[in-house]
């Protein structure tokens, strides 16, 4: 047995339910014993969450049907609103306005 961590992230909260799984188990069976727990605790996410969001264990993306270790923090990801760089440069470029009527 495996014991495993899956996690999710909104702005307002970060959810994480301990697994114990099987010795060949992938991050796809993790996510259905997470579920399972989501569902019991009333955690209101998106069902379409489980299934489509990408996943990743520490950080690094990885595929539904990769096995998992023991300890491996399995991570469902939420879409971006917009790209974090581009928001970056229109931050920047705001700011330069203001400078620029500032004078």
Not at 49 to 67: H, I, K
Not at 73 to 97: G, K, S, T, W
């Amino acid at each position: 047995m495996k014991r495993c961590v899956v996690a999710y992230a909104t702005r307002e909260r970060q959810y994480l339910w301990s697994v114990q799984l099987a010795g060949d188990a992938t991050i796809a069976d993790a996510l259905a014993a997470a579920r399972r727990t989501a569902e019991r605790e009333a955690a209101g996410l998106d069902p379409a969450l489980w299934d489509v969001a990408p996943v990743g264990v520490f950080g690094e993306p990885r595929t539904r049907d990769a096995r998992v270790h023991e300890g491996d923090r399995i991570e469902l990801y939420r879409p971006l609103r917009a790209d974090p760089r581009l928001r970056r440069r229109e931050r920047v470029q705001r700011e330069r306005r203001k400078g620029a009527a500032g004078r």
